[in-house]
Protein backbone atom coordinates (compact mmCIF):
# COMPACT_ATOMS: atom_id res chain seq x y z
CA UNK A 1 0.00 0.00 0.00
CA UNK A 2 1.63 2.97 -0.97
CA UNK A 3 2.08 5.29 2.04
CA UNK A 4 3.17 8.77 0.25
CA UNK A 5 0.88 10.28 -1.55
CA UNK A 6 1.69 11.05 -5.54
CA UNK A 7 0.28 13.94 -8.06
CA UNK A 8 -2.53 11.75 -10.43
CA UNK A 9 -1.70 11.68 -13.38
CA UNK A 10 -4.25 12.70 -16.01
CA UNK A 11 -3.03 13.38 -19.71
CA UNK A 12 -1.30 10.72 -21.79
CA UNK A 13 2.03 12.00 -21.12
CA UNK A 14 1.62 12.20 -17.62
CA UNK A 15 -0.27 8.41 -17.10
CA UNK A 16 3.04 7.30 -18.84
CA UNK A 17 5.13 9.05 -17.15
CA UNK A 18 3.76 7.00 -13.95
CA UNK A 19 4.20 3.96 -15.80
CA UNK A 20 7.97 4.68 -16.54
CA UNK A 21 8.54 5.63 -12.62
CA UNK A 22 6.81 2.64 -11.50
CA UNK A 23 8.73 0.52 -13.74
CA UNK A 24 12.09 1.77 -12.61
CA UNK A 25 11.29 0.64 -9.32
CA UNK A 26 10.20 -2.73 -9.97
CA UNK A 27 12.91 -3.52 -11.69
CA UNK A 28 15.29 -2.01 -9.42
CA UNK A 29 14.09 -4.25 -7.16
CA UNK A 30 14.21 -7.03 -8.88
CA UNK A 31 17.82 -6.87 -10.36
CA UNK A 32 20.17 -4.41 -8.29
CA UNK A 33 18.26 -4.20 -5.13
CA UNK A 34 17.67 -7.95 -5.25
CA UNK A 35 19.37 -8.87 -1.78
CA UNK A 36 17.32 -6.32 0.00
CA UNK A 37 13.91 -7.46 -1.95
CA UNK A 38 14.72 -10.96 -0.87
CA UNK A 39 15.12 -10.07 2.59
CA UNK A 40 11.78 -8.18 2.67
CA UNK A 41 9.96 -11.20 1.33
CA UNK A 42 9.66 -13.07 4.07
CA UNK A 43 7.28 -15.66 4.00
CA UNK A 44 6.41 -15.96 7.62
CA UNK A 45 4.96 -12.71 7.10
CA UNK A 46 1.62 -11.87 6.01
CA UNK A 47 0.42 -11.65 2.31
CA UNK A 48 2.64 -8.93 1.15
CA UNK A 49 2.75 -6.97 -2.67
CA UNK A 50 5.49 -5.70 -3.96
CA UNK A 51 4.61 -1.95 -5.12
CA UNK A 52 6.59 0.07 -7.76
CA UNK A 53 6.45 4.01 -7.02
CA UNK A 54 5.99 6.74 -9.73
CA UNK A 55 9.05 8.48 -8.03
CA UNK A 56 10.82 5.10 -9.44
CA UNK A 57 11.52 3.27 -6.00
CA UNK A 58 9.51 0.32 -4.52
CA UNK A 59 8.73 -0.83 -1.66
CA UNK A 60 7.29 -4.45 -0.04
CA UNK A 61 3.67 -4.12 2.34
CA UNK A 62 0.68 -5.18 2.81
CA UNK A 63 -2.00 -4.59 0.32
CA UNK A 64 -4.93 -1.55 0.89
CA UNK A 65 -7.22 -2.55 3.33
CA UNK A 66 -10.14 -0.39 1.76
CA UNK A 67 -12.47 -2.16 -0.27
CA UNK A 68 -11.95 -1.15 -3.50
CA UNK A 69 -8.93 -0.02 -3.30
CA UNK A 70 -8.00 3.73 -4.77
CA UNK A 71 -5.69 1.71 -7.32
CA UNK A 72 -5.47 -1.85 -8.64
CA UNK A 73 -3.79 -3.63 -6.64
CA UNK A 74 -0.53 -6.01 -7.16
CA UNK A 75 -0.33 -9.86 -6.83
CA UNK A 76 -0.76 -10.59 -3.61
CA UNK A 77 1.33 -13.01 -1.35
CA UNK A 78 4.53 -13.33 -3.40
CA UNK A 79 6.74 -13.90 -0.04
CA UNK A 80 4.87 -17.48 0.26
CA UNK A 81 6.28 -18.86 -3.00
CA UNK A 82 10.29 -17.36 -2.36
CA UNK A 83 11.41 -20.15 -1.14
CA UNK A 84 9.32 -22.89 -2.57
CA UNK A 85 11.12 -22.72 -5.90
CA UNK A 86 14.53 -21.49 -7.63
CA UNK A 87 15.11 -17.49 -6.69
CA UNK A 88 15.47 -17.01 -10.97
CA UNK A 89 11.97 -18.65 -11.42
CA UNK A 90 10.95 -16.59 -8.59
CA UNK A 91 12.12 -13.36 -10.14
CA UNK A 92 10.85 -14.04 -13.38
CA UNK A 93 7.43 -14.71 -12.12
CA UNK A 94 6.88 -11.41 -9.51
CA UNK A 95 8.23 -9.64 -13.06
CA UNK A 96 5.22 -11.21 -14.81
CA UNK A 97 2.92 -10.43 -12.42
CA UNK A 98 4.13 -6.73 -12.33
CA UNK A 99 4.27 -6.10 -15.91
CA UNK A 100 0.69 -7.12 -15.76
CA UNK A 101 -0.38 -4.35 -12.48
CA UNK A 102 1.90 -2.04 -14.39
CA UNK A 103 -0.75 -1.89 -17.48
CA UNK A 104 -4.07 -2.23 -14.81
CA UNK A 105 -3.01 1.02 -13.57
CA UNK A 106 -1.63 3.11 -16.40
CA UNK A 107 -5.25 1.74 -18.45
CA UNK A 108 -6.86 2.55 -14.85
CA UNK A 109 -6.34 5.95 -15.20
CA UNK A 110 -6.93 6.09 -18.99
CA UNK A 111 -10.75 4.85 -17.86
CA UNK A 112 -10.78 7.11 -15.12
CA UNK A 113 -10.28 10.34 -16.78
CA UNK A 114 -11.82 9.80 -20.34
CA UNK A 115 -9.30 8.14 -22.43
CA UNK A 116 -10.57 7.81 -25.82
CA UNK A 117 -9.68 5.48 -28.73
CA UNK A 118 -6.82 7.37 -30.09
CA UNK A 119 -5.64 8.31 -26.41
CA UNK A 120 -5.60 4.56 -25.92
CA UNK A 121 -4.15 3.49 -28.57
CA UNK A 122 -0.80 5.91 -28.25
CA UNK A 123 -0.26 5.52 -24.92
CA UNK A 124 -0.65 1.46 -25.32
CA UNK A 125 2.41 2.18 -28.18
CA UNK A 126 4.25 4.67 -25.87
CA UNK A 127 4.45 1.13 -22.87
CA UNK A 128 4.68 -1.08 -25.88
CA UNK A 129 8.22 0.53 -27.27
CA UNK A 130 9.23 -0.58 -24.14
CA UNK A 131 11.08 -3.56 -22.36
CA UNK A 132 9.03 -5.45 -20.23
CA UNK A 133 9.98 -6.15 -16.61
CA UNK A 134 10.23 -9.86 -17.41
CA UNK A 135 12.35 -8.92 -20.40
CA UNK A 136 14.86 -6.95 -17.92
CA UNK A 137 14.89 -9.50 -15.55
CA UNK A 138 15.27 -12.75 -17.49
CA UNK A 139 18.00 -10.75 -20.09
CA UNK A 140 15.45 -11.27 -22.66
CA UNK A 141 15.89 -7.60 -23.24
CA UNK A 142 19.87 -7.95 -24.25
CA UNK A 143 19.03 -9.80 -26.95
CA UNK A 144 16.62 -7.51 -28.29
CA UNK A 145 19.23 -5.31 -28.36
CA UNK A 146 21.61 -7.17 -29.97
CA UNK A 147 19.31 -7.64 -33.05
CA UNK A 148 19.18 -4.03 -33.05
CA UNK A 149 22.14 -2.98 -34.00
CA UNK A 150 22.73 -2.69 -37.90
CA UNK A 151 23.17 -5.74 -39.90
CA UNK A 152 26.90 -6.31 -41.05
CA UNK A 153 26.67 -6.24 -45.09
CA UNK A 154 28.40 -9.97 -45.20
CA UNK A 155 24.40 -10.95 -45.36
CA UNK A 156 24.02 -13.10 -42.71
CA UNK A 157 21.04 -13.41 -41.13
CA UNK A 158 19.33 -11.46 -43.90
CA UNK A 159 15.76 -12.31 -42.63
CA UNK A 160 16.25 -10.74 -38.94
CA UNK A 161 18.31 -7.87 -40.67
CA UNK A 162 15.87 -7.12 -43.21
CA UNK A 163 12.92 -7.37 -39.99
CA UNK A 164 14.94 -4.77 -37.71
CA UNK A 165 15.21 -1.88 -40.48
CA UNK A 166 11.45 -2.57 -41.31
CA UNK A 167 10.34 -1.71 -37.66
CA UNK A 168 13.12 1.32 -36.80
CA UNK A 169 13.23 3.68 -40.16
CA UNK A 170 9.68 4.48 -39.80
CA UNK A 171 9.77 5.53 -36.21
CA UNK A 172 12.88 7.36 -36.50
CA UNK A 173 12.04 9.01 -39.61
CA UNK A 174 8.30 9.51 -38.90
CA UNK A 175 7.85 8.15 -42.91
CA UNK A 176 6.81 4.79 -44.27
CA UNK A 177 10.07 2.76 -46.14
CA UNK A 178 9.33 0.64 -49.04
CA UNK A 179 11.44 -2.72 -49.09
CA UNK A 180 14.65 -2.22 -50.52
CA UNK A 181 14.86 -3.52 -53.94
CA UNK A 182 17.87 -5.77 -54.99
CA UNK A 183 16.46 -6.48 -58.66
CA UNK A 184 15.20 -4.48 -61.31
CA UNK A 185 13.87 -7.38 -62.74
CA UNK A 186 10.93 -7.84 -60.07
CA UNK A 187 8.47 -6.19 -62.67
CA UNK A 188 4.75 -6.39 -62.14
CA UNK A 189 4.88 -8.31 -58.27
CA UNK A 190 6.40 -5.50 -56.92
CA UNK A 191 3.93 -3.07 -58.30
CA UNK A 192 0.91 -5.24 -57.17
CA UNK A 193 2.54 -5.25 -53.49
CA UNK A 194 2.12 -0.72 -53.59
CA UNK A 195 -0.17 1.24 -53.87
CA UNK A 196 -1.12 4.41 -55.46
CA UNK A 197 1.01 6.18 -53.18
CA UNK A 198 3.95 3.56 -53.54
CA UNK A 199 3.07 2.84 -49.82
CA UNK A 200 4.31 -1.24 -49.59
CA UNK A 201 1.08 -3.47 -48.71
CA UNK A 202 1.24 -6.80 -46.53
CA UNK A 203 1.44 -9.84 -48.50
CA UNK A 204 -1.18 -11.22 -46.73
CA UNK A 205 -3.98 -8.68 -45.80
CA UNK A 206 -2.82 -6.44 -48.21
CA UNK A 207 -3.25 -3.19 -45.77
CA UNK A 208 -0.51 -0.94 -44.99
CA UNK A 209 2.21 -0.33 -42.74
CA UNK A 210 2.11 1.01 -39.23
CA UNK A 211 4.55 2.40 -36.78
CA UNK A 212 3.21 0.69 -33.99
CA UNK A 213 3.09 -3.07 -36.07
CA UNK A 214 6.06 -5.62 -36.54
CA UNK A 215 6.60 -6.99 -40.12
CA UNK A 216 9.21 -9.34 -41.57
CA UNK A 217 9.94 -10.20 -45.30
CA UNK A 218 10.11 -12.70 -46.95
CA UNK A 219 14.06 -14.01 -48.23
CA UNK A 220 12.56 -16.21 -51.23
CA UNK A 221 9.62 -13.46 -52.63
CA UNK A 222 11.13 -10.18 -50.91
CA UNK A 223 7.50 -9.22 -49.86
CA UNK A 224 6.87 -8.04 -46.50
CA UNK A 225 4.27 -9.27 -44.15
CA UNK A 226 2.63 -8.29 -40.66
CA UNK A 227 3.32 -10.70 -38.32
CA UNK A 228 0.10 -11.01 -37.03
CA UNK A 229 -0.68 -12.09 -40.56
CA UNK A 230 1.98 -15.04 -40.89
CA UNK A 231 1.48 -15.89 -37.35
CA UNK A 232 5.56 -14.62 -36.53
CA UNK A 233 6.45 -12.68 -33.46
CA UNK A 234 9.43 -10.60 -33.01
CA UNK A 235 10.85 -13.11 -30.13
CA UNK A 236 10.31 -15.72 -32.98
CA UNK A 237 12.02 -14.03 -35.68
CA UNK A 238 14.83 -13.92 -33.72
CA UNK A 239 15.89 -17.31 -34.46
CA UNK A 240 14.73 -17.66 -37.92
CA UNK A 241 17.62 -17.70 -39.97
CA UNK A 242 16.06 -17.56 -43.59
CA UNK A 243 11.88 -17.04 -43.48
CA UNK A 244 9.82 -18.12 -46.12
CA UNK A 245 6.23 -16.82 -46.11
CA UNK A 246 3.65 -19.64 -46.40
CA UNK A 247 3.06 -19.25 -50.23
CA UNK A 248 6.71 -20.00 -50.69
CA UNK A 249 6.91 -22.74 -48.08
CA UNK A 250 4.20 -24.51 -49.85
CA UNK A 251 5.20 -23.94 -53.02
CA UNK A 252 8.75 -25.71 -51.87
CA UNK A 253 6.82 -28.59 -50.59
CA UNK A 254 5.20 -29.13 -53.79
CA UNK A 255 8.02 -29.12 -56.02
Not at 208 to 233: L, Q
Request: proline share 7%; aromatic share 8%.
Amino acid sequence: MEGIPHPIPRTVEEVFNDFKGRRAGLIKALTTDVEKFYQQSDPEKENLCLYGLPNETWEVNLPAEEVPPELPEPALGINFARDGMQEKDWLSLVAVHSDSWLLSVAFYFGARFGFGKSERKRLFQMINDLPTVFEVVTGAVKQAKDQATPPNNNGKNKSSGRMQSRQSEPQHKGVKIPAPKEEDDSGGEEEEEEDEQGATLCGACGDNYGNDEFWICCDICERWFHGKCVKITPAKAEHIKQYKCPSCSSKRAKV
